[in-house]
């Protein structure tokens, strides 16, 4: 038997993912429909249509931020009137969505209105919009009545809705059961529970989510929520609870003119998931016979099972008390073997104490449990912060992953947490030193985090619970983003209302140093509802015999360290030397806004003496190194290069690149690193340096982007580096002449991830290759104008570093260069055609086609020649005239560079000459080479 597939039924623009699931066979209520719908006639349903078309709207919903269960994006979806007088829309709770929206509804005659959200129920599937109904001028409409007792096996229905992206679809189907379990359409996002749904085979698709379920009479019997792609199956939600919303909803306010109150709907749980099982299986878990009389004769007749525990949320009122498998058989006395009875008296009985009479494996118990309010476990706020969005672990994400409610959650990592490696849905566990229970805690430890700061953060994910996972979080230095904001919803607008979650001499503000390692715990005023609550997990960290906490994992990419199984003896020394900086005194570097932190050295002198001869020697250990490798070693940079989300400008095709750099420049107040254009595109990213002479990783800036050739300049703080760093690390020795020839022998060197030096002797084959780059699908960087140099060995097309002498001179970089190619497929006459694009990311390749071709990323390497960068040094060196930038709190000018605005290609001289090339300039040419330059 297949896994049929269940979905919602909003259509989402960007992309709609489907789950499977696994289907089980469950008995239907067979219950005998009223006489009269069976014999409703077309002109019955006609007038029916007419009354309900004009209703229904088609909502386009944009989620502004992810929030709970869902994600930022559009999508469209039905609703309809409910409430004329008041402007009050049904729809889904996955069409309003628990986070921040804008939406807007058409009518059957095109005209729009905004819509605003005014209620989302926490567990079941519906919610309202409110519009203005005075802002409909051109359309005759009724409200939809409500009318759940009407629905039974049996009866004629119609789907009104949205159907796949239509204006208007009516699809006819059949009720065919009233007691389906709720559909489960993914483990991550929202399910719904604690009740039954009815099915249909009505074969609704994307974008009728929301669309009434009406019968004969124009009533509105059930609400569409979701389907089963395998099948023609369609599920509706029962209105019994959706009636009772709406009665508390109509006493905010008489009409839409009057001022909308926020009103309160009470919502009861045990923090406990139910099922219905049949007689059967409740008897093998150990129902009683005589239970099992006392619950048919209690139950109308037809009742064919029971409510079982399916699971029971930790830290909620039913933890600890009820377990998976428990048979509830009375509640405050009375028989409950429906959901709908279950609800109502919880629903009824907020923060008091219900009297549970549950079968356990043939045991019968009682249980007292205190019912929880259940708005209090659903977030109505969030923190934003460089992008993430961060709030307390809702019910439904708790029941989902088995977690306490109120943990500090990702819901979206942002470009801070995302750079460090934090996914989504990660639980933040300990933070800057600090144990993490609640969201308030968070705001409090990284309000005294100063922008650049690097500290440790712990998580724990769902998919791997038992093990904390360690990463470092470099503070946003650069202000890519706003200020770190909370977000609060109002109900009575609809809208999220900003206010900053820091005062405003917070370090995080300012550009001043923090020690994070002493963070005092100071409290910041949310609101009196926001603060820790009492749902979280005790920590159960495991400390070792010093009292450090054990970190199981570290996330690193593992592909970076795939070479890291032969070690040098020389990059041994380096290891054992870091391991005497972390006993026996720390380097901490803390940096500031503008990057100029100070390298804290707690250590005595005569160690800072060891740790330099340790470090003189260790470039120079590996047995089988050349002397030019030994010498250009210490120049070498490994950089890693994050562009933010919100700054992806120019065409940048990745957001992460790896490239190796040379240091050109190294002095007390400046050191700068060259390195090519398709390591660091452009100059808003964030840049770290990785030095293969000195175990520190530091920030760059870039402060030289040449506008058509593939170098880069980045600077960096020397003083970061700390005495000892400072006096190992080196700048190369530049060699621009004689410019190389063909035949000349080089040293290509470079650096891999694990920061180990790798060359090889190569002969130059053509050291005045010209690029030739065509344009990619979309307008970004490519190098034009630029002759580059050939090698006949290489260490392949991601391999960058420098080409050097025998003595060690750096003669040319070795950089990497971008390019997209566009192969040809066939395509069989007759079939769709496949659109996919194939895009470079730091660790592969994302293929992309389009129509019947296939664009392609790739990237292959040559050698600059140091001559034009020394050039570029020169003037900043010097002081020569020139626009000034401020490089480590010192004005340096920066080159005025002149180009021509023309793309120039190679062309052989026998071409040039049908072009018109003179024969005097031939003879001057050929001497020379074969090809010139042509525009």
Same mark, same amino acid.
């Given at each position: ?255 839409? =003119?009057? !001022?909308?109150?926020?009103?309160? /709907?009470? *919502? +009861?749980?045990?923090?406990? %998931?139910? #099922?219905?099982?049949?007689? @059967? ?68 009985? =907020?923060? !008091?104490?219900?009297?549970?009479? /549950?079968? *356990? +494996?043939?045991?019968?118990? %009682?249980? #007292?449990?205190?019912?929880? @309010? ?562």
């Amino acid at each position: 038997m297949g896994d049929p597939v269940e979905r919602f039924e909003s259509e989402v623009l960007d992309s709609i993912t489907v789950i499977k699931v696994a289907s089980a066979d469950e008995l239907c209520m067979e219950i005998d429909p009223p006489l009269r719908e069976n014999v409703a006639t077309a002109e019955d349903w006609r007038k029916a249509l007419d009354k309900v078309v004009p209703a229904v709207v088609v909502l386009r919903i944009t989620g502004c931020r992810a929030f709970d269960t869902e994600s930022a994006g559009a999508s469209s979806a039905t609703g309809f009137i409910v409430d004329k007088r008041r402007g009050i829309i049904l729809t889904n709770r996955h069409v309003v969505k628990p986070g921040p929206v804008v939406a807007e509804a058409m009518f059957l005659n095109r005209e729009e209105v905004p819509v605003h959200p005014i209620y989302r129920d926490p567990v079941h599937d519906f919610g309202f919009f409110r519009y203005d109904p005075g802002a409909i001028q051109f359309l005759n409409y009724e409200e939809i009545p409500l009318a759940p007792e009407a629905a039974s096996v049996g009866l004629e229905i119609r789907v009104v809705g949205n159907d796949s992206g239509e204006k208007v679809s009516i699809l006819a189907g059949t009720l065919a059961r009233l007691d389906r379990d709720a559909p489960h359409y993914k483990k991550d996002s929202y399910n719904d529970f604690n009740t039954f749904y009815m099915q249909a085979a009505s074969g609704t698709k994307g974008g009728s989510s929301g669309s009434p379920v009406i019968d004969w009479l124009g009533r509105a019997v059930a609400l569409n929520a979701g389907s089963k792609t395998s099948s023609a199956s369609a599920f509706f939600l029962p209105l019994e609870r959706v009636v009772r919303a709406l009665k508390f909803l109509q006493e905010g306010s008489e009409t839409y =003119v009057e !001022k909308w109150k926020a009103v309160s /709907i009470p *919502r +009861g749980t045990l923090q406990v %998931t139910f #099922l219905h099982k049949g007689f @059967d299986e409740t008897r093998r878990l150990g129902l009683r016979s005589e239970t099992e009389q006392i619950v048919r004769h209690a139950s109308p007749a037809g009742e064919t099972g029971m409510l079982v525990v399916d699971s029971v949320v930790p830290g909620g009122p039913g933890h600890k008390h009820l377990e998976p498998g428990d048979i509830l058989v009375r509640v405050n006395g009375d028989v409950i073997t429906q959901f709908l009875k279950l609800e109502t008296i919880l629903d009824d009985s =907020v923060n !008091k104490n219900i009297e549970l009479q /549950i079968e *356990r +494996g043939g045991t019968s118990k %009682t249980l #007292l449990l205190l019912v929880q @309010d259940l708005h209090s476990i659903t977030p109505d706020y969030f923190l934003e912060v460089s992008g993430a969005v961060i709030h307390p672990l809702s019910y439904q994400q708790a029941r989902n992953f088995r977690f306490n409610c109120g943990l500090v959650y990702v819901t979206e990592p942002g470009y801070m947490l995302f750079r460090a490696g934090v996914p989504r849905h990660a639980i933040i566990k300990k933070f800057a030193g600090q144990e993490i229970s609640c969201l308030e805690e968070l705001i409090s430890v990284l309000s005294q985090l100063s922008r650049g700061v690097r500290v440790p953060l712990e998580y724990i994910s769902y998919m791997d619970r038992h093990r904390r996972k360690s990463v470092l979080v470099t503070v946003d230095r650069h202000e890519w983003y706003a200020p770190p904001q909370i977000y609060t919803r109002d109900d009575s607008t609809g809208l999220w209302i900003a206010k900053p979650a820091f005062q405003s001499n917070s370090l995080f503000l300012s550009s001043g140093v923090t020690d994070f390692g002493n963070l005092a715990r100071q409290p910041v005023s949310l609101t009196e509802e926001h603060a820790c609550g009492e749902n979280v997990s005790e920590d159960n960290n495991q400390e070792l015999v010093d009292g450090v906490t054990s970190l199981e994992t570290n996330h690193e990419d593992p592909s970076a360290y795939a070479s890291h199984q032969n070690v040098s003896d020389g990059l041994a020394k380096k290891r054992r030397v870091e391991e005497c900086l972390s006993a026996d005194g720390s380097v901490v570097t803390d940096l500031s806004l503008n990057g100029t932190g100070e390298a804290k050295l707690e250590k005595s002198s005569a160690l800072q003496d060891d740790v330099l001869m340790d470090y003189q020697g260790a470039t120079a250990a590996a047995a089988n190194a050349s002397f030019s490798e030994r010498v250009i070693e210490p120049t070498l940079v490994m950089l890693e290069v994050h562009v933010p989300p919100s700054c992806m400008l120019d065409g940048v095709h990745s957001q992460h690149f790896f490239g190796t750099g040379v240091i050109i420049y190294h002095s007390q107040d400046m050191g700068l690193v060259a390195v090519d254009k398709n390591t660091v595109a452009i100059s808003a990213s964030d840049v770290m340096l990785s030095f293969a002479a000195f175990p520190v990783e530091i920030p760059g800036e870039v402060v030289f982007l040449h506008p058509v050739h593939n170098y880069a300049l980045i600077s960096y703080d020397p003083s970061a580096l700390g005495p000892v760093g400072a006096s190992v690390i080196r700048a190369a020795e530049l060699l621009p002449e004689p410019a190389l020839r063909r035949g000349d022998s080089v040293y290509l060197v470079g650096l891999s991830r694990s920061l180990q030096a790798t060359s090889r002797k190569s002969v130059v084959t053509n050291p005045c290759a010209a690029v030739n780059i065509g344009s990619a699908d979309s307008p970004r960087y490519r190098a034009t104008n630029m002759e580059v140099i050939e090698l006949d060995t290489d260490f392949g097309s991601t391999f960058s570093g420098v080409l050097t002498d025998e003595q060690g001179r750096v003669q040319a970089i070795w950089g990497s260069f971008s390019t997209q190619k566009v192969k040809r497929r066939k395509v069989k006459t007759g079939k769709r055609r496949e659109k996919t694009n194939f895009t470079r990311t730091s660790i592969g390749y994302l293929m992309v086609k389009f129509g019947c071709s296939t664009s392609e990323d790739h990237q292959f390497v040559r050698g600059i020649p140091i001559y034009a960068i020394s050039q570029v040094l020169d003037i900043i060196v010097s002081g020569a005239n020139g626009p000034p930038r401020l490089i480590n709190g010192v004005k340096k000018p920066m080159p005025l560079l002149r180009i021509l605005e023309v793309e120039l290609y190679p062309t052989l001289l026998s071409k040039a000459r049908n072009f018109g090339l003179s024969d005097n300039w031939i003879q001057v040419l050929k001497a020379w080479r074969r090809e010139l330059l042509f525009f």
